[in-house]
């Protein structure tokens, strides 16, 4: 009986941990939705052939690359594979410093909702999402993937 219980546990476990990683790759995939007009942009900026720094260059690329591994990222997570945890862990300093972030979406409100306030407090709470995410696939990579 106790066989039982702690098999049904361990599937539940693992069948919440898969729903977990497809729902983050679910966030992958609107945050990929909500910044396809900026990566258009940058890619525009590329085929105008337009006189370019090498640090705007440096950015635009390390942009469109970190872009591009959100859809690499979501089909990994989706599946759910190791790979996917992996890739996010390396795309997360490139999340922070272009401001793609998993619960970005959040700041859609400003459109509906008018207020100085608003927006002052909507950051903090899209950075403590990511954080969040950072903190429960850290947890699901040692329980799961060891």
Same mark, same amino acid.
């Given at each position: 009986?106790? %066989?039982?219980?702690? =098999?049904?546990?361990? !599937?539940? &476990? #693992?069948?919440?941990?898969?729903?977990?990683? !497809?729902?983050?790759?679910?966030?992958?995939? /609107?945050?990929?939705?909500? $910044? *396809?007009?900026?990566?258009?942009?940058?890619? @525009? =900026?590329?085929?105008?052939?337009?006189?370019?720094?090498?640090?705007?260059?440096? =950015? !635009?690329?390390?942009?469109? /690359? =970190?872009?591009?591994? $959100?859809?690499?990222? *979501?089909?990994?997570?989706?599946?759910? %594979? %190791?790979?996917?945890?992996?890739?996010?862990?390396?795309?997360?300093?490139? !999340?922070? /410093? +272009?401001?793609?972030?998993? +619960?970005?979406?959040? @700041?859609?409100?400003?459109? +509906?909702?008018?207020?100085?306030?608003? $927006? #002052?407090?909507?950051?903090?709470?899209?950075?403590?999402?990511?954080?969040?995410?950072?903190?429960?696939?850290?947890? /699901?990579? &040692?329980?799961?993937?060891?």
């Amino acid at each position: 009986m106790l %066989k039982i219980v702690i =098999s049904l546990y361990l !599937r539940l &476990k #693992n069948d919440n941990m898969k729903w977990t990683l !497809r729902f983050f790759a679910l966030l992958d995939m /609107i945050c990929l939705c909500l $910044l *396809a007009e900026q990566a258009h942009t940058q890619f @525009s =900026s590329f085929a105008a052939n337009e006189t370019l720094t090498s640090l705007e260059f440096f =950015s !635009r690329t390390l942009f469109l /690359i =970190s872009w591009l591994t $959100l859809v690499l990222t *979501a089909i990994l997570l989706a599946i759910p %594979k %190791k790979t996917g945890i992996i890739a996010y862990y390396f795309q997360l300093p490139l !999340r922070f /410093i +272009f401001y793609m972030f998993s +619960f970005g979406f959040i @700041s859609l409100a400003t459109y +509906f909702i008018t207020g100085p306030f608003l $927006l #002052n407090m909507l950051t903090p709470l899209i950075i403590f999402g990511e954080f969040l995410r950072l903190y429960f696939t850290y947890q /699901i990579h &040692k329980e799961n993937f060891k």
